[in-house]
């Protein structure tokens, strides 16, 4: 019995156990470019499991609303312009595909290696990790053509000129325990 009993209490203390997100701390903050400029926004996470072991990352899943995308430098018409266009065929598809996702499949150090999933095509993706109290900040890159986001690259179409959106978004995190 008391073999069993130290069996439980070594293992409880090993394991993984999932820790709650604050999802109105957590952010994410989009940057994508083209030719002429670039645009900004954010995006908010739906729902989120961190698996830690201590204060490592051991496993996780984040679901991003993708409804709740936002363009930071545009206004008015051109505003809605835009995230009409962002969250059509084009782009996001946000009608047929309103969540994106992310799952932690491998850590090592401050490296994560996950998958991430974009209208419903899903891409690995690595990263790198900073911890700072409660808060695991990061950024993380992604070549949108791989989730058939094709408008505007210069991969696809030739004689874009200055229309040109280069195919890199680059994603800037911060999520926090509670």
């Not at 991003?64 to 962002?86: A, C, R, Y």
């Not at 084009?90 to 996950?114: C, H, R, S, T, Y």
């Amino acid at each position: 019995m008391k073999l069993l009993f130290a069996l439980i209490t070594f293992l409880s203390f090993s394991l993984a156990f999932a820790t709650d997100i604050d999802l109105n701390k957590s952010q994410f903050n989009w940057h994508a470019t083209k030719v002429t400029g670039k645009h900004d926004g954010t995006i908010s996470l739906k729902s989120a499991k961190l698996e830690l072991d201590g204060d490592k990352i051991k496993g996780g899943e984040f679901i991003i609303d993708m409804n709740s995308i936002t363009v930071d430098e545009l206004t008015g018409e051109w505003h809605e312009k835009f995230l009409t266009h962002m969250k059509s065929t084009d782009f996001f598809d946000i009608q047929k595909f309103p969540e994106a996702k992310l799952v932690i499949k491998k850590v090592n150090g401050d490296k994560i290696d996950a998958d991430l999933t974009i209208k419903g095509k899903t891409n690995p993706v690595t990263f790198k990790i900073a911890k700072k109290a409660k808060e695991f900040t990061g950024v993380l890159k992604f070549n949108r053509t791989k989730f058939d986001m094709i408008y505007g690259s210069g991969s696809f179409f030739k004689n874009l000129g200055d229309k040109v959106i280069h195919d890199e978004v680059v994603l800037d995190f911060k999520v926090v325990t509670t």
